[in-house]
């Protein structure tokens, strides 16, 4: 299994980003995805999740209006994209897919 996160850098606030995670090694199709993300001295946290085939999506309140996640099934790939970004934006993120570990992760920094 392998979920390679990419997409992060630094932007300004009120900037924008789009994160990608490609997965593979497993039913892409078959499973929740998820992005988390983890701010220095703060534990991991759900940030989005989108389901499998029916495009039912969840969001963090903190990211609500500002963040869409997205899937391609076709490239077994998730996307997350950041609008209206903010200094508590700066984190690491992460996708997921349950039980099958984590990516590296990719560094989203928030500064003017």
């Known amino acids: 299994v392998q979920l390679v996160e990419s997409g992060g850098g630094l932007v300004q606030p009120g900037g924008s980003l789009r994160l990608s995670c490609a997965a593979s090694?497993?039913?892409?199709?078959?499973?929740?995805m998820r992005w988390y993300r983890q701010a220095p001295g703060k534990e991991r946290e759900l940030v989005a999740a989108i389901a499998s085939t029916s495009g039912t999506t969840h969001y963090a309140d903190s990211v609500k209006g500002r963040f869409t996640i997205s899937r391609d099934n076709a490239k077994n790939t998730v996307y997350l994209q950041m609008n209206s970004l903010k200094f508590e934006d700066t984190a690491v993120y992460y996708c997921n897919a349950l039980g099958l570990g984590w990516g590296q992760g990719t560094q989203v920094t928030v500064s003017a």
């Open positions: 090694g497993f039913t892409f199709s078959s499973y929740i």
